[in-house]
């Protein structure tokens, strides 16, 4: 696969066979070549910095836009985005095509008592799209993390010598609970199938529910982790499948040896050296990755996080991306029209642009892009992306009669921004101060 700064995500339903994905990339590579709107798309999806974007083809073709933003700084950002694409030779020879089918088949494997003790589903899937987009952090945190994955299982799939290159596929991520770290985890399996589908046939993740690996027989916990690899591993024999093995809360299944002193710590103990063991065991096979997420970094043993690759801390969101997630979530309120907000007034425009542009309403004298500002600094190392994505829903609920009114009753009325912003407000600052009551 050649890494393209430009992605173009087309994802099919299963009903598409693989002549038809071929004719279709037939298709669209033709249109690239000869349609000036895919250019001018291109230019007000960065300008705008859009989450949900799709170029139109023609009437049967629907194009997902993702850019390596890596390529990308803010400086560049507010550059001339015409000046920003000149920089490549050949802009079409810098656009990837990725055609993927969707599936929806979720699977559990039980080992003890029909307890599932994890789930396997195929990628890319169904469930997970638009994940990518609306996750949002720092520093280009997920093309960094998409890079590793790349690197990883293309430094694998050469098959050096372990001897001299240690490279265990182990991403660990930990941080305050509500940061994303699972959702970030699933997004990035979804992504790699995505980009890599003409290197595997078939992508698969699999969950590990690590409460269920804790039997209530005495030494049988670490006989149930053994039984659960064993069985990712017949996965893994084909070397055309590509396994990603999501462990959620794992120091449930790593919690620091040291620090164990129960009346009986024995099969506490038995477990975390089954999980080292096992970890250590397949690293032979080239199409594993590991993803484990923790919310107690401090209490993890320290062996398990030396066999990570990358330890990487997710914590709460800074004022500016607050003001990009609260930002999305306002769009997504005004494109799918629960509430009828005043059309004079819907204009959010992203971080890097309302620095430096001046959008006061005319009418009312009320900027709706400081007044986000204002609420995105309150937010700011107060409250999770979980936290945050909720707000809007619970600025609409809690005043659910008015907007109702205002939308069914009285036709001719909208609600001003002012308005909402001034709920919202509201609802965060009592959402604080609930949280203070469990610091």
Not at 255 to 262: A, E, G, L, M, P
Request: hydrophobic share 35%; with cysteine.
């Amino acid at each position: 696969m050649t890494y393209k700064p430009f992605h173009l995500e087309i994802l099919l339903n299963s009903t598409f066979t693989k002549k038809e994905s071929k004719n279709l990339r037939n298709k669209l590579e033709e249109n690239l070549k000869v349609n000036p709107n895919v250019i001018e798309w291109l230019k007000k999806t960065i300008e705008n910095g859009n989450y949900k974007s799709s170029c139109p083809i023609d009437d049967s073709i629907q194009m997902n836009m993702t850019i390596n933003i890596a390529n990308f700084n803010d400086a560049n950002l507010n550059n001339n985005v015409e000046d920003l694409i000149k920089k490549f030779d050949n802009f079409n020879e810098q656009i990837g095509i990725y055609i993927s089918k969707l599936y929806d088949d979720t699977m559990q494997n039980c080992l003890e008592e029909n307890l599932p003790c994890s789930f396997h589903t195929f990628l890319p899937s169904q469930h997970f799209v638009g994940l990518w987009d609306s996750l949002m952090f720092e520093s280009n945190l997920k093309i960094k993390l998409l890079n590793y994955l790349h690197a990883a299982i293309r430094l694998c799939k050469s098959r050096i010598d372990k001897s001299f290159i240690n490279i265990n596929k182990v991403l660990l991520l930990h941080g305050p609970p509500g940061t994303g770290k699972t959702t970030l985890c699933k997004a990035l399996c979804q992504k790699i199938s995505t980009m890599m589908a003409d290197d595997y046939e078939d992508f698969q993740l699999i969950e590990i529910n690590s409460h269920s690996l804790f039997s209530k027989w005495f030494s049988e916990s670490g006989k149930l982790v053994l039984k659960l690899f064993d069985s990712i591993r017949e996965f893994a024999e084909d070397p055309t499948n590509m396994i990603f093995v999501l462990i959620d809360e794992v120091e449930s299944l790593a919690y620091d040896r040291q620090r164990i002193n129960s009346a009986d710590p024995t099969d506490a103990i038995r477990v975390v050296n089954a999980i080292l063991t096992q970890l250590d065991s397949i690293k032979q096979y080239p199409n594993i990755i590991i993803l484990a997420t923790s919310n107690v970094s401090k209490s993890m043993d320290n062996a398990f996080v030396d066999r990570a690759d990358i330890i990487q801390y997710i914590g709460l969101p800074s004022t500016n991306m607050v003001y990009e997630i609260l930002r999305s979530s306002m769009r997504e309120l005004i494109d799918s029209q629960v509430i009828r907000f005043d059309p004079h007034q819907i204009e959010f425009l992203p971080w890097h642009h309302s620095n430096s542009t001046n959008t006061t309403n005319s009418t009312d004298d009320f900027d709706q892009n400081k007044k986000l500002k204002e609420i995105s600094r309150i937010c700011s190392s107060n409250l999770s992306g979980r936290s945050l994505r909720k707000l809007p829903f619970l600025a609409y609920a809690m005043n659910y009669d008015y907007y109702m009114q205002t939308k069914f009753i009285d036709s001719k009325q909208y609600v001003s921004m002012e308005k909402f912003l001034s709920d919202l407000s509201d609802i965060i600052l009592k959402q604080i101060s609930d949280h203070e009551y469990f610091q």
